[in-house]
């Protein structure tokens, strides 16, 4: 089988995939997933494996199958007292941040931890919060996730770009019990 430029878009668009993801469940740019889709480059076999390995992987579950609706959220404004009381509430170590309708950041515990000191209760999200969780389609099969969940506590979850759930490492464990 040749694979062509051609093919990995295809591909890549029947897994519901836009460029941007591919290119960062692979650990390459979107630019040059977007070069050898027109191809404009001949990439390294290795770099073709991975396309591949990503875009043909799991015949398994899909995120939706497994991931948690109705996801908890904060706001950069709140306190991040308030955030606590949610966390330990729902025994939940993470919240994505939106403002907007938008994915603005990401809190977890660690963060909460990491920077503990006399007055932090009062003090408001958007100032330790980190970069966002990443960020998958919901026919995104489990199998392509799972490098994501080495780097980051969890994964958002969306349908026609709303997200609409969350992937904590924790639930990968339920899906395999």
Known sequence: ?????????????????????LADLVGISQAHIAKIEKGNVDPRLSTINKILRVLTEGQGKKCKEIMTENVIIAKP????QKISELM???A???????????????????????NLNS???EEKVETIMQSPLPIVPEDT???????LLEDSPAVLVTR??????????????????
């Open 77 to 80: 404004k709140q306190k991040i």
């Open 119 to 121: 007055n932090l209760a």
């Open 92 to 114: 939940i170590s993470q919240l994505p941040v939106m403002e907007r309708g938008k994915v603005a950041g990401t809190i977890t515990e660690e963060d909460i931890v990491r």
């Open 160 to 177: 026609k770009g709303t997200i609409v759930g969350i992937i904590a490492r924790s639930d990968l464990l339920k899906a395999i019990s």
């Open 88 to 90: 330990i509430r729902h």
């Open 1 to 21: 089988m040749m694979v062509t430029g051609f093919t990995i878009k295809k591909l890549r668009v029947e897994t519901g995939l836009t460029q941007r993801q």
């Open 141 to 147: 099969s489990v199998d392509v996730i799972r490098p």
